[in-house]
């Protein structure tokens, strides 16, 4: 078991910036990816970033170069810094982590809520 747990959600105005936490109940060393992703209101729940076997590094079109996923080692935490936010990047945002064990298992958070207004 995994249990993962989000915070740094909240209300931003366009442009802003807000940086997601995720702590992770175990070592990152057991783990084969850590990711990102959020759910809009009548929306698919889509993947914003994720990292995986923690090098490679991939992100959605929609938030390239305004995204950058990170994690903490030491922290066993998990970063997504949002910058340069937009209307259209509302929506909850939940962590992710796969273990292989030796099947693919995925575990979520509870979710963080993200609003982008004026």
């Known amino acids: 078991q995994v249990q993962l747990v989000e915070s740094g959600g909240g209300l931003v105005q366009p442009g802003g910036s807000l940086r997601l936490s995720c702590v992770v109940s175990?070592?990152?060393?057991?783990?084969?990816?850590m990711g990102w992703y959020r759910q809009a209101p009548g929306k698919e729940r889509e993947l914003v970033a994720h990292?995986?076997?923690?090098?490679?590094?991939n992100y959605a079109d929609s938030v390239k170069g305004r995204f950058t996923i990170s994690r903490d080692n030491v922290k066993n935490t998990v970063y997504l810094q949002m910058n340069s936010l937009k209307p259209e990047d509302t929506a909850v945002y939940y962590c992710n982590a796969i273990i292989l064990n030796p099947t693919a298992e995925n575990y979520w958070g509870q979710g963080t809520q993200v609003t982008v207004s004026s």
């Open positions: 990292i995986i076997s923690g090098r490679t590094t």
């Open positions: 175990r070592s990152f060393s057991s783990i084969y990816a």
